[in-house]
């Protein structure tokens, strides 16, 4: 008896995965790359034009770089805030999550969520949900680095 029962219920899974199948949406593997591959480039060039006019501008390699990070970083930010930035990412795909602009989303995507809850039980409390134990984690292990490259040229 138990065995029917199994077979019976294996062949209603089959069923009912063949249903669902029919109405699953195939995804467009090469024209998600496509999208992926330009939208990233272009916020890549976007950026290095405003690099290259910091640059031209008399500001060193270095500050042009921190300078175009934080413009990405609070554009996306904006963005997100505004509700642009879903769109754009459903569009975009990866070629807008993966660089840095992607990281300002996952900052403040979930402080927006939970805006109704106050400034400082919502936004605050959500604010580095994703992003607190990023940061936690990047700024101990340069911590640690910094502490040891300074021991080693100290010392040795």
């Known amino acids: 008896m138990e065995n029917k029962d199994q077979q019976k219920k294996k062949a209603t899974a089959k ?7 029919q109405f699953t949406p195939k995804p467009k593997y ?5 999208k992926a591959f ?12 405003i690099n290259n006019s910091f640059e031209g501008s008399g500001m060193d390699k270095q500050a042009a770089g921190s300078f ?9 930010q904006l963005l997100t805030g505004i509700g642009i930035f879903d769109t754009i ?6 070629g807008v999550i993966v660089p840095i602009t992607g990281f300002a ?21 959500k604010l580095f949900s994703l992003a607190g134990p990023v940061l936690v984690c990047g700024i101990s ?16």
Do not use: H, Q
Request: charged share 10%; net charge positive; hydrophobic share 55%.
């Open 105 to 125: 989303n996952s900052m403040v995507a979930p402080a927006i969520e939970y805006k109704k809850e106050g400034l400082v039980l919502g936004v605050g409390s």
């Open 38 to 49: 330009f939208s990233g480039g272009a916020i890549c060039v976007v950026a290095l034009l």
């Open 68 to 76: 175009v990070t934080i413009i990405l970083i609070c554009t996306a």
């Open 30 to 34: 090469f024209a998600n790359c496509v």
């Open 15 to 21: 069923a009912y995965e063949k249903y669902a199948d």
């Open 141 to 156: 292990a340069a911590t640690i680095i910094g502490m040891i490259y300074w021991a080693v040229y100290r010392f040795f």
């Open 89 to 94: 990412a459903k569009f975009a795909g990866a």
